[in-house]
């Protein structure tokens, strides 16, 4: 298996990519691992690295701040269209950016395409709950103004991931609302509600934002605008938090002595509601693998990133959910 | 200044509702509280209370599971309808519910209607921000499919509301996005954002909903079931933490005694995080004052909603309002 690794993308590129590549290449030794980017730069850090890791060299960088599509129309030599131009081409079996989002769709659907039978894809991140096992939420921006067949597919693309890569049996589907009864929510809730209840997936009907995080279901299903507002909600809220936690515990001298006698619980906490641990944001519905970290991934991040790849290539999801939604099966579900 | 108080509706109705409701008679003398509910439960909690407060007698009670229309149409005696129709009366200048959600905002929008020239009526909490000021969000789950000239009657509304009520010069107005680049989101806020951005209204763009908490502005903007993902996620994200650190805190005997001396310091993190402390959710654009506090308020929260309704009512803010949007200065704004 190849994994490519856009290793100018991300805020912390390229030190962390690099540094989490070489921990992942140690861990899994039948797993090469490409680091895309500038040579000169990335050779010198690749001093002490195993044998299974190697550069290919990239010209460009596209920075956070570019604009996607002109982005990827023009910088052809990016590390990052040419990571996502090596799955196209089966020189690498999965792509892993931390780069620009928008970007990184962009040349994911242009360059490999839509699975067939896919609507939109959608971008996949998974959440952090209390019991720290992760919810995927489908759809976390890819596709604004979204219909109410695109959560159904959401819908079946998520079950087939939460079964095969977390291993997760009869994945429970929830849907995204402003409350738990049938009949709440938007025009597209409603609708969505009833194809996913005459669906046989295990759809467990509404979930409200606050319940997410305490594992009401597996996968939440949401239009990509709703879900960008919920992902970047927890986010920021963990980082507010956290941040006038770490004000009081500076406070004073026993705030401080307090703070420390505190450190490993609190060192627990910060891991829970970390969304690296969790690995990265799948471009669900896509041809080829590509998984988008966090843009302030570090090199566990990006190593727990590398980890939930080789789970995805290896049990082929991609292929499942191109036969779930074409084949035969298909009557299963819809 | 007559203040009516559902005494039935909430969480912990009556007890905190009366509590509330004396603790605010005691600062605001000048203020006549009438708590609307059961006399016979109500009465012998009152022995203490000052003279400007009283019971209205109501023979029912709203739950909070009740379908709302058919809640607020057969229950015309419970403690939520009367005190709206209170309102209506002009027997009080505002009504406070911590009752069900729904049946208030039907019972607003039935009994007293909307302001002429407002099209939908907008819930607008005030959520917290690291600087505890406090920014309020139009509409948190009144108006589930927005139009874009429904956003910019919320600006409207909320700009009033700031500036008057909070004492802010010029507020800023921000639409919720996925983005901060003027061309992100969806229909709706491509359209809304051009419309915010040709009125002359304080409009400073998209913001992000990690940014809120930082107060990057003072009002947002968005449709209703955005508002209310938003608004649910930072509350069940904030009571998460506090559930895992309480946890962390009470795991070991030193991290007890740790948690002990941290005691200041995490009430006010509580604190701060604590909706109540900002007041409740005000129904703007409907003609008799409603504020809708949170379903578990506690004392606190009620006595905090009062004060907030008191200065509502002080600054006229309907009357503005209703001016804005139908009088000369309407071009001002559009």
Known sequence: MIIAIDAMGGDLAPTSNVKGAIEAAREMPDVRIVLVGDEARLAPMLAQAPKNIEIRHAAETIEADEEPVKAVRRKRDSSLVLGVTMVKNKEADVIISAGNTGAFMTAALLITGRIKGIDRP?????????????????????????????????????????EKVMGVARPRVGLLNVGTEEKKGNDLTKEAHSLLKESSLNFIGNVEARDIMEHVCDIVVCDGFSGNILLKTMEGMAKTMMSVMKEEFTRTITSQLAAMMLRPGLRRVKNQMDYAEYGGALLMGVQGTCIKAHGSSNARAIHAAIRQAKKFVE????????????????????
Chains 1, 2 share one sequence.
């Open 122 to 162: 959608a971008l996949s991140p998974i959440v952090p709950t209390t019991d720290a096992a992760g919810v995927m939420i489908l759809d976390a921006g890819a596709n604004m103004d979204a219909q109410p067949k695109h959560l159904l597919q959401y819908a079946i693309m998520g079950s087939i991931y939460a």
């Open 315 to 334: 049990h082929d999801v991609n292929s499942l959910i191109a036969r779930e939604i074409q084949g035969e099966s298909r009557d299963e579900y819809v």
